[in-house]
């Protein structure tokens, strides 16, 4: 028995140490932190043409009649006018309503270009919530560190950013060897497709025979994290791929009649099954390759207790989705959800429902497909007598890949910053202009190089919407270094 003890206990010791060897040997993967030369950064024109342009209220709206596209001619005349050497020097067109489309001719016509995105568009002031602004939602102002309105953060920071880079490196004298394209759409707030200023350029694009190398549009942004001593540093999130959508309209049909004699299940009743029968059979929930990664690179930044089980996440796979499934936000990044958003029954409460009809939106993981989730409806509903109709939807984005020029470009860019920046590859959960690009590249990025904590982010459509003046000067070094590192 003895004999057994010890053996178990010098097992369990060799274990140990072996786990404390490869939590040692756990470190992050980034090579030497790269230096960069200094970025010259107009940081006072960049606050004024920010705070001007979002003086100029380019609303959108799904009906092309109620767009004020005076607005969009007026911001196309600030950008002229704001930035002389970017119309003097690249060619521009309007594509569609009002969509522009800069080209930035390199010297080497052999190389492909690449492609900076943004959306001139902002959405609306809920109404009932314009007393809540702290500051005009129009007006642009600087105070108290932040310029203040709508578009502060989604994007006119990322557009003026993109045309304050360009810019500098115009006056610079920088001509670039492969081509730059600049792509600022006009309606990516009203996630239509099809009438989608994106994806007329794309077809422009395409049409001229253009590839991109890649592409660098909005998605994540530099959020810090700091979780007590186990873990210090700024997620550099880095949208590699994009959810689907889906909205499905489910119907069940019935004879209806008068409430006082009323069958066992009404239309409604039996709707009651479908959408527990819904509810109760998710989709299959899985730690993708890319959540590993993050995971990983996560992992590998955290301080050593905590490592002894960062390191071995392949065998804590099961406990983590675990974990995760349970937290909606974190459920989402595993699998495709549903949502039953609305219901209707009979247009009286007197009155049995003839038909009974939901809506049940889906959010769907790259690799599934808007003819899986109509299966799955199918598959997983005890009510077979149900109709099911496609509303609205839009596959997911492909998934593109960490170790491209342009990845490892950022990569390089952000780390050399400031080595507390950790790129963190993810999955977007909203939409971009980005994946309507996807019949021209394959390396498509979805990252806005500004600083700005969980706080902020949440005012992005909505009230106080606002952006660190003291993160602007990094965002436009980045552009510039990015512009460089693809294309000198
Ligand atoms: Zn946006």
Redesign the pocket.
């Known amino acids: 028995m003895k004999m057994v003890w010890k053996a178990a206990l010098g097992a369990a010791a060799a274990a140990v140490g072996a786990t404390v060897v490869k939590a040692a040997m756990y470190k992050p993967e980034v090579k030497e932190a790269k230096s960069f030369p200094a970025e010259a950064v107009d940081l006072d024109r960049f606050k004024r043409n920010l705070s001007d342009a979002i003086k100029i209220q380019t609303i959108s709206d799904r009906d092309s009649d109620k767009v004020d596209w005076s607005k969009f001619e007026q911001f196309h005349s600030f950008l002229r006018e704001r930035y002389p050497l970017i119309h003097q020097k690249l060619s521009l067109e309007i594509v569609g309503k009002a969509s522009l489309m800069y080209f930035w001719q390199g010297t080497d016509s052999s190389l492909d270009p690449i492609a900076m995105l ?2 001139q568009d902002v959405v609306p002031i809920s109404p009932g919530t314009e007393s809540a602004w702290e500051h005009d939602p129009f007006g642009g102002e600087e105070a108290d560190g932040f310029i203040w309105g709508r578009g502060a953060l ?2 006119k920071n ?1 557009l003026i950013g993109v045309m304050e880079a360009i810019e500098t490196l115009l006056e610079e004298g920088f001509t670039p060897q492969r081509s730059i394209y600049i792509l600022f759409g006009h309606n ?2 009203i996630m239509d497709r099809e009438t989608s200023g994106a994806t007329l350029m794309c077809q422009v694009l395409k049409e001229r025979g253009v590839h991109l190398e890649a592409i660098l549009d ?1 998605g994540g942004a530099i959020l810090p994290v700091h979780v007590g001593k186990l873990l210090d540093v700024n997620l550099a999130g880095v949208g590699i791929a994009e959810k689907g959508y889906a909205d499905f309209e489910i119907s069940i049909d019935a004879v209806g009649g008068h409430s006082s004699q009323p069958p066992k299940h009404t239309a409604l009743g039996k709707m009651a099954n479908v959408i527990r029968d819904l509810e109760n059979n998710q989709f299959k929930a899985e730690l993708t390759p890319m959540m590993q990664e993050l995971f990983d690179r996560i992992g590998r930044r955290v301080c050593f207790p905590a490592k002894l089980i960062t390191c071995n996440l392949p065998l804590l796979k099961p406990l983590v989705l675990e974990i995760m499934k349970q937290i909606p936000p974190a459920a989402c990044m595993t699998r495709t959800t549903t949502g039953v958003t609305m219901a209707s029954g009979s247009p009286a409460p007197n009155v049995l429902p003839q038909r009974a009809t939901i809506n049940v939106n889906f959010r769907i993981m790259p690799g599934e497909t808007i003819a899986d989730v109509e299966q799955h409806i199918r598959k997983v509903s005890s009510v077979k007598d149900i109709e099911v109709k496609l509303v609205k939807g839009k596959e997911p984005s492909a998934i593109s890949p960490t170790d491209s020029k342009a990845f490892q470009a950022i990569e390089e860019i952000c780390y050399g910053m400031n080595q507390k920046n950790l790129v963190a590859p993810y999955l977007v959960m ?1 939409g ?2 980005a994946c309507n690009y996807e019949a021209v590249c394959e390396n498509i990025y979805r990252y806005s190089p500004y600083m700005v904590n969980t706080e902020l982010l949440l005012t ?1 459509h909505g009230t106080n919407e606002r952006i660190p003046v003291d993160c602007l000067a990094d965002g436009i070094a980045f552009f510039k270094r990015y512009i460089r590192a693809m294309c000198e």
């Open positions: 943004a959306h989604d994007i990322h990516e707030e909005e909203g971009t202009d992005t």
